[in-house]
């Protein structure tokens, strides 16, 4: 069954230090996202990317962040200068629509750890 | 606001009970609302999804109900399993948006003793 695979599974990075965080999407999906999710607390939409662009954001997602799909594969999320604050679990996301009927596969996650 | 609460915030039950989850929302107009399980440490997975026209549906031992005028939906879990320990996450689609900003609810822990 396809999935979207993550890595890596743990990122331990001091603060200030940019980081990037690498999704692999299912192959035929079109939409994709990043999901954060600070421990013990709600999974909190970032942001959602579609034909080579950011459709949606929301206000976690400031100008630290960045998306990119560097080629045919890859969805990643860069964090440029990263806080304390940003230690959690990322989730990346695909869909074959706007997930409006799509179930959306989310991957298995990235724990950020920032010292 | 737009905002989705769920309860219990957790639930303890012996294996083979049946257990029945809230999930409240405020998110007016609504695409659709999802039912999903997260184990620890990994990612949520779909269980279901209802549009704001359906009133029900099932996934094996899983049925969710909707009832879109109170704004109110539950997670029936019948015959429970061991493995139905997890979080169980209530998430909505707002309507007017373009979709992808999901709003989570914080998800109701629920744990399966034999």
């Known amino acids: 069954e396809p999935e979207v695979t993550q890595t890596p599974s743990h990122q331990v990075t001091q603060m200030g230090q940019e980081v990037i965080l690498r999704c692999v999407p299912i192959?035929?999906?079109?939409?994709f996202y990043w999901y954060r999710q600070i421990l013990g607390q709600k999974v909190e939409f970032l942001v959602s990317f579609y034909n080579n662009e950011i459709s949606e954001k929301s206000e976690i997602f400031d100008d630290q962040f960045s998306v990119e799909r560097p080629d045919g594969s890859n969805f990643t999320l860069k964090i440029r200068s990263t806080k304390l604050e940003d230690s959690a679990m990322y989730f990346c996301?695909?869909?074959?629509?706007?997930?409006?009927?799509?179930?959306?596969?989310f991957g298995p996650g990235t724990r950020l750890t920032v010292l | 606001k737009n905002q989705v609460e769920q309860s219990p915030q957790s639930l303890i039950i012996l294996e083979g009970k049946n257990c029945t989850l809230q999930c409240n929302y405020t998110v007016s107009p609504f695409s659709n609302l999802r039912w999903y399980k997260q184990d620890t440490g990994r990612g949520p997975v779909s269980l279901t999804i209802m549009t704001f026209s359906e009133n029900t549906k099932s996934n094996g031992r899983y049925t969710a109900t909707l009832d879109a005028d109170t704004k109110q939906s539950s997670l029936h879990i019948t015959a429970s399993q061991l493995s139905d320990s997890a979080s169980y996450i209530c998430?909505?689609?707002?309507?007017?948006?373009?979709?992808?900003?999901?709003?989570f609810g914080k998800g109701t822990t629920l744990s399966v003793s034999s």
């Open positions: 192959s035929n999906h079109l939409y």
């Open positions: 996301a695909s869909s074959d629509d706007v997930g409006l009927l799509a179930g959306g596969f």
């Open positions: 998430v909505v689609t707002p309507a007017n948006q373009a979709g992808t900003a999901l709003i």
